[in-house]
């Protein structure tokens, strides 16, 4: 680091720093649906990435639709994008979890497994629908551009209103968990099944909504990542490990552990990428976590749940 | 002469079992296939190799390890640095701008070979290394996790993290491992050509008799006390440990165990098919060899062999003919077997099997086939159960 001036480095940390705040919005929003999901039902989901890129293609296909038939609703279609995607992206998983994933409850090594294929089946839809290409929406103008607050930093649009959306659906998911009653029957649930359907609270509803949760906001983070990157077939199955990591760094069951851990995780790689190359960037943060995982498997913040 | 029959070959279902899959493996599939084909057949069974290993640690074990690949990988960049290395002398590679070591070490402007290829260069470290890199890798992990009571699925997804730094790093590292491409164009083995059609031959024999040795080493394994204890934990693993039994030794053991099978089918599959390469070491190739696993059937050691030559010829069929169909197909399959057939072909054939080879004993076949005609005729719902 001996070459750079403190000016220099500052604003090398100030920009890597925004970088790396993008994909720490695109890794919370992924990951909040998967923290959702594995601490209510301890089932691990593969196709998560899937649902993703299910919210990322509903935008693109609302703005190619908004291109050639409303031109002018171009500057606001994305806001009913990210509902879309909240809205196709959740039903899918209300499917999914109705025809397959509350026969294997019991068995959650299998659950892996067959959300496992079916993320195959997803990624080959894509390609067939959307081909093998690589596509991305036209954003609306108010998403282009920069703000400048000094001469050597530079900070996009998208990223800051990213960003924003993040904070707003972590704060809609932590008033929904923890000050709705039916957060209150979620949590209930996550602690003692049994017991929660013994005074009356509907456990397999909860389930099944809850997932559904789960993948719409994995949905809003597909719309959120069409800002940041193209979306192609294989998209989703590249964020899914660094989301699982997030999950499993954080420790499961924890709002405030999940989000630490995705700061934590996006902003190592982001600020390291600049000084070595990406590849090492990313085997040394993955190293680091998996050593800190063995050292502490509970994660950063562990949950009190009972087993 | 008890002893092999009872622990090695698994009693007298187990040898009928070992003697079909022998003579298919040995005699039928030689003899019908052409080179080409036996060849591949041959890169199937170094997968059968992580199947087995997967039996052990997953079928009997509980543990589901998502990085089986890592241990395969391994196993087959131990055996291709060596070959490698022989491959790269002096004078074959006088045109580099530094003779005498890997070309693609030259075209990443290495000068000399990095100090970890050095024991390479020497055949027994490399046999040795092939199995016992990876059994002190798993060592590792295993020691770090199994004492620490990690379990279930967050061992599958550090492991999977795992197989991912390791791809990552062999991409990333290209002029120490070859990155992407692999190390390439391996030609001998002490000097004896691995790639023309006899010595193809013979290497699929040795691959073949070594997958043999690895599924009597499982069996008398799992037919030992260890392997009861293995399906106790597997079952009530709080049980074992309160009867005195120290749970996370017998876990790091299967795990190492699993890891040095692996790690021999990757060894074979350079040697077979004479390049080694990060693609056979990631996350994707790492969940194929648990598909394989969970086809043939979790709990049988013949059965996964099967199931890896099943899923292999579906695979190369369906590519080879309808590419974009071969996804919804495997994805499928995934499904499928683990809701509909937890336990694989396998537990399929223990299930009906026995209607067939009943049907053959007593050439019942004739009547079974017009007691279904006759129920169709009348179109009376057959009761019949067998």
Redesign the interface.
């Known amino acids: 680091m001996g070459e750079y001036t403190t000016q220099e480095l500052v604003s090398i940390f100030a920009m890597q720093g925004f970088a790396g705040i993008s994909l720490f919005s695109v890794l919370l929003l992924m990951a909040l649906g998967l923290a959702i999901i594995f601490g209510q039902m301890g089932v691990i989901n593969m196709a998560h990435g899937e649902f993703m890129a299910v919210g990322a293609y509903t935008t693109y296909l609302l703005s190619a639709m908004s291109e050639k038939y409303f031109p002018g609703f171009i500057q606001y279609y994305f806001i009913f994008a990210i509902i879309f995607s909240f809205i196709i992206a959740g039903a899918l998983g209300y499917l999914a979890e109705f025809a397959l994933i509350r026969h294997l409850y019991k068995r959650p090594l299998d659950t892996l497994l067959a959300t496992w294929g079916l993320s195959l089946i997803m990624q080959q839809a894509f390609r067939s629908i959307f081909g093998a290409r690589e596509v991305s929406p036209t954003l609306p103008e108010w998403l282009l551009g920069s703000y400048q607050p000094t001469e050597t930093i530079d900070i996009p649009l998208n990223g800051l209103f990213v960003l924003g959306l993040t904070a707003a659906v972590t704060l809609g998911v932590f008033i929904l968990m923890y000050r709705s009653s039916w957060g209150l029957r979620v949590r209930a649930t996550t602690q003692n099944r049994v017991m929660s359907g013994a005074v009356g609270i509907n456990t397999k509803k909860i389930d099944r909504l809850t997932f559904a949760l789960g993948c719409g906001i994995a949905g809003i983070a597909g719309a959120a990542f069409t800002t940041i990157a193209s979306t192609g077939p294989t998209t989703g199955s590249l964020y899914i490990v660094d989301t699982f990591m997030v999950v499993v760094f954080g420790g499961a069951g924890s709002l405030l552990g999940t989000i630490a851990s995705a700061f934590s995780i996006a902003q190592g790689q982001s600020i390291l990428e600049f000084f070595i190359s990406g590849s090492m960037a990313k085997v040394i943060t993955l190293l680091t976590i998996v050593i800190f995982l063995m050292m502490r498997p509970e994660g950063l913040f562990a949950s009190k749940v009972r087993k | 002469m008890n002893f092999i029959q009872e622990r090695l070959l698994g009693g007298k279902n187990g040898m009928i079992g070992i003697a079909i899959l022998a003579a298919l493996i040995f005699i039928i599939l030689p003899l019908s296939l052409d080179l080409f084909r036996l060849n591949l057949v041959g890169k199937y069974l170094t997968y059968a190799f992580a199947a087995v290993s997967l039996v052990l640690l997953?079928g009997y074990g509980?543990i589901?390890s998502l990085g089986q690949g890592v241990f395969f990988g391994l196993g087959g960049y131990a055996m291709a640095m060596y070959l490698k290395l022989e491959a790269s002398d002096p004078v074959s590679t006088k045109i580099q701008s530094t003779p005498g070591i890997p070309d693609f070490m030259d075209w990443n402007q290495l000068t000399e070979l990095p100090w970890f290829w050095e024991p390479f260069n020497s055949f027994g470290f490399t046999t040795l290394a092939v199995i016992l890199i990876p059994g002190v890798f798993a060592f590792i992990i295993g020691y770090?996790?199994f004492k620490?009571?990690?379990g279930?699925?967050?061992f599958?997804?550090?492991t999977?993290?795992?197989a991912?730094?390791l791809t990552?790093?062999i991409?990333?590292q290209q002029g120490y491992t070859g990155g992407i491409n692999g190390i390439t164009d391996l030609k001998t083995l002490n000097g004896w050509d691995i790639r023309d059609d006899s010595s193809k031959y013979i290497l699929y024999f040795i691959n073949a008799i070594l997958l043999f040795g690895v599924i009597f080493l499982s069996r008398y394994v799992l037919t030992s006390k260890f392997g009861r204890l293995l399906l106790a934990m597997k079952d009530k693993e709080d049980r074992v440990r309160f009867s005195g039994y120290d749970v996370s030794n017998f876990k790091i053991f299967v795990f190492v165990l699993s890891a040095m099978i692996a790690a021999i089918g990757g060894a074979m599959f350079t040697l077979q098919v004479g390049f080694m390469s990060p693609s056979f070491v990631g996350?994707v190739p790492s969940?194929e060899m648990?598909?394989f696993a969970?086809v043939g059937g979790r709990m049988s050691l013949i059965g996964v062999v099967y199931g890896t030559l099943l899923v292999n010829f579906g695979k190369t069929m369906f590519s080879e003919t309808f590419p974009?169909f071969w996804?919804?197909l495997?994805?499928?399959?995934?499904?499928a077997?683990?809701?509909y057939f937890?336990n694989g072909l396998a537990g399929l054939w223990d299930k009906h099997g026995y209607k067939l080879t009943n049907c053959i004993k007593n050439l019942q076949c004739f009547n079974v086939v017009k007691a279904f005609v006759d129920s169709k005729r009348t179109s009376k719902v057959s009761t019949a159960n067998d």
């Open positions: 997953w509980g589901l770090s996790m620490r009571r990690v279930g699925v967050y599958a997804i550090i999977q993290i795992i991912l730094i990552v790093l991409v990333g996350i969940i648990v598909i969970a974009e996804l919804f495997m994805g499928g399959l995934f499904i077997v683990v809701m937890p």
